[in-house]
């Protein structure tokens, strides 16, 4: 097929064309720039021009069908009722009457996607009109072909029209000597020598010559028996490539390429240009929230370090607690009391325990609010610090993703109350030191009622032996008061004791409260700057979307320079012509 490198040149670019306007399109590039990019697709994708002139029977229309392989130009047309006829694509095969000298012929042929092609009626029956539609169409064309028979190649008609076309479109005039199977080869030498001279005379200049066999070439083209040996016969293919070579060099055609290229990088490089800024704003936004992570995690590791403070005055307040507690037990442990449990083992179930737990909550509770209240006010600083380090450091794109309502303080500070109330209330109202305490007294209990029995016992034998015999009294009142002396030791062994049991339960206490406390209030914490990181998620997101997409773009973009940069020196490297 002819032109086959300027059409593969011609596609190449256009799908580089057509993947450059889709990036702009998703780019909303402007509608302008969009435009600029339509018009250049449109003007490349013009059919290329081709013009055949020669006499009547000089096998032009032969000549036609075999460059381009398929029978599509009548051939033998009687030159009365000759026309200038231009072959167009269409869907439909269709004949079109423009003037009485001019028609349109539409048929459903691939290649005239791709050439418009003129063919004009013999230059030795031209009427006036018929020169002058032919001389408008030569300087368009991008390849005029002047076709000579070599079987009467002396012809002056050709030459007359020949003067009537300006110099400055010669160059893309071509000689071509049809039916070069009916001369030998030393004949046509002849004829080309003539032809050479006679340019050279009457043009100042000698277009390039090329003696074909259109006959032959396109038995070859059409499935002819021994098809690669006529074509070579045929000479058609140094004609073939010298047109191929006039499209790459020096057509209108080249030139729009060149021009479309040209643009192409233009806007390839503006819209390069716009990536890379805002993959640059992408990456400093990043930057931007890596800092706010590391603000907030900054921010949670100085709360955290402070809920030891917030729970100071709980710890005190239990201490406070302990304090009195044994101050309380101490005051009911008197000597009488602690001898008393040998006869009222529920003592400490029905009194001391039940005020201590009274006593806790009325101490602690004050506390515990206080040092939520704390932690609140801690926390409600946050808030306007990311939102001015938002509002202050990303642009307006980014700072619509990022949070605008303020987190639920108020439920946030109800559910940690309720939550410490509930700990406070299983921790102080818990049995372990009221079973260990009861414990203990009943051993109390138990361990004074023996010397009391015996001094009991001893004291009443001592008053009966007193009144018959003074040496039994005096044995048995020793024995009383020994007994007496001992249950008094014990008892307050006993008590103090049963103080020491309750100072260590009251500090184990503590200790489980406050540290339940403070896992409560740090659970709180961690809640929060869930909630803060989730609602800044949307931010994070976009980012990351961001970064996606633009890289996408840069990808697109690199690979599109590197398509761009491949076609120069095929659409760049005949520039000088």
Request: hydrophobic share 45%; proline share 3%; with cysteine.
């Amino acid at each position: 097929m002819i032109a086959d490198h300027y059409l593969q040149l011609r596609t190449d670019l256009e799908t580089a064309l057509i993947r450059l306007l889709r990036l702009g399109a998703d780019l909303h590039r402007s509608p302008g720039s969009l435009e600029t990019l339509h018009a250049l697709l449109i003007d490349i994708r013009q059919p290329l021009l081709f013009v055949v002139v020669g006499e009547v029977k000089a096998g032009k229309s032969s000549l036609l069908n075999a460059l381009f392989g398929r029978e599509f130009a009548k051939t033998g047309v009687l030159p009365a009722t000759d026309r200038v006829c231009i072959f167009r694509y269409g869907e439909v095969e269709k004949t079109v009457d423009v003037s009485p000298q001019l028609i349109e012929r539409f048929l459903p042929i691939d290649f005239l996607r791709d050439f418009n092609v003129v063919d004009t009626p013999g230059t030795n029956t031209m009427v006036a009109e018929h020169q002058r539609i032919t001389e408008e169409f030569v300087p368009r064309a991008d390849l005029v072909l002047f076709v000579f028979s070599v079987v009467n190649p002396w012809t002056q008609s050709a030459w007359d029209l020949l003067a009537f076309v300006q110099k400055r479109w010669l160059k893309n005039i071509v000689f071509v000597l049809q039916q070069a199977d009916l001369r030998d080869p030393a004949e046509i030498a002849v004829i080309r020598r003539h032809l050479q001279d006679t340019a050279l005379q009457k043009l100042g200049t000698t277009p390039p010559i090329f003696a074909v066999s259109a006959r032959q070439a396109l038995l070859a083209r059409t499935g002819a028996p021994g098809a690669a040996s006529l074509e070579e016969k045929s000479q058609i293919i140094p004609l073939q490539e010298h047109i191929d070579l006039i499209m790459a060099d020096a057509s209108a055609h080249a030139l729009k390429l060149r021009s479309a290229w040209q643009t192409a990088q233009v806007v390839l490089k503006e819209i390069a240009s716009e990536v890379r800024e805002a993959f640059r704003t992408i990456s400093h936004d990043e930057e931007r929230f890596d800092r706010l992570m590391h603000f907030l995690q900054a921010r949670k590791e100085q709360t955290l370090r402070q809920v030891h403070g917030f729970v100071r005055g709980i710890d005190q307040a239990c201490r406070d607690c302990a304090v009195e507690g044994t101050r309380f037990l101490e005051s009911k442990l008197t000597f009488w009391t602690t001898v008393n449990m040998i006869w009222r083992r529920d003592y400490w179930q029905r009194d001391f325990q039940e005020e201590m737990e009274t006593k806790l909550r009325q101490i602690v509770q004050p506390q515990i609010e206080n040092a939520v209240q704390l932690l609140e006010t801690d926390l409600r600083g946050i808030w306007p610090q990311l939102q001015d380090m938002i509002e202050t450091h990303f642009g307006g794109e980014v700072k619509s993703q990022a949070p605008r309502t303020l987190p639920d303080f108020a439920r946030q500070r109800r559910e940690l109350l309720q939550s410490i109330q509930l700990t406070l209330a299983e921790r102080s109202g818990g049995n372990a030191i009221e079973d260990q305490m009861g414990e203990i007294f009943r051993e109390t209990s138990d361990r004074l009622r023996i010397p009391a029995g015996v001094a009991a016992a001893g004291g009443l034998v001592a008053l009966v032996a007193a009144m018959s015999s003074a040496a039994v009294a005096d044995v048995t009142g020793v024995l009383a008061a020994s007994a007496a002396i001992i249950g008094t030791l014990l008892a307050k062994r006993q008590r103090g004791k049963i103080l020491r049991v309750y100072a260590e339960q009251m500090e184990a206490k503590r200790s489980e409260l406050v540290l339940a406390i403070e896992n409560q209030i740090s659970h709180t914490i961690d809640l929060f700057y869930g909630e803060i990181n989730a609602a800044i998620q949307p931010l994070t997101a976009f980012c990351t979307a961001q970064r996606a997409h633009f890289q996408l773009l840069v990808d697109r973009i690199g690979e599109l320079d590197a398509t761009f940069e491949k076609l120069r020196p095929r659409v760049m490297g005949s520039r000088s012509n």
